[in-house]
């Protein structure tokens, strides 16, 4: 099983992008996915969760990105939009072995590089 982030790069403040997170080995509709960032000497955050019934958990980024699913694809997205410096950051995907519902705990079982997004001012 592997997962991996993509889209990340450099944006000024203000614009967007958009995430990817594909999986090898696993189809990733059938699992709760989420996507987390960190940024250097700061702690893990999560930004979003999805339940395989696409019931989605936003975290503390409300209303500027959103997730997203295409089961043809086998991908989860993640657009942002009206990014900030505050948003530079690794974000990378992760995946549960179980259960439907997206968890309080950050204890996934799988979870793929990341893709470093940077924000300018």
């Known amino acids: 099983v592997q997962l991996q982030a993509s889209g990340g790069g450099l944006v000024q403040t203000g614009g967007s992008l958009t995430l990817s997170c594909t999986a090898s080995?696993?189809?990733?509709?059938?699992?709760?996915v989420a996507w987390f960032r960190q940024a250097p000497g700061e702690e893990r955050k999560r930004v979003s969760c999805?339940?395989?019934?696409?019931?989605i958990t936003e975290n503390f980024v409300k209303g500027r990105f959103t997730v997203s699913r295409d089961r043809a694809k086998n991908s989860v997205y993640l657009q942002m939009n009206s990014l900030i410096p505050e948003d530079t950051a690794a974000y990378y995907c992760a995946a549960w072995l179980t259960g439907t519902t997206c968890p309080s705990k950050d204890n996934y079982d799988w979870r793929g590089q990341g893709t470093l997004v940077t924000v300018s001012s």
């Open positions: 999805m339940s395989p019934r696409d019931e």
């Open positions: 080995g696993l189809t990733l509709a059938n699992f709760v």
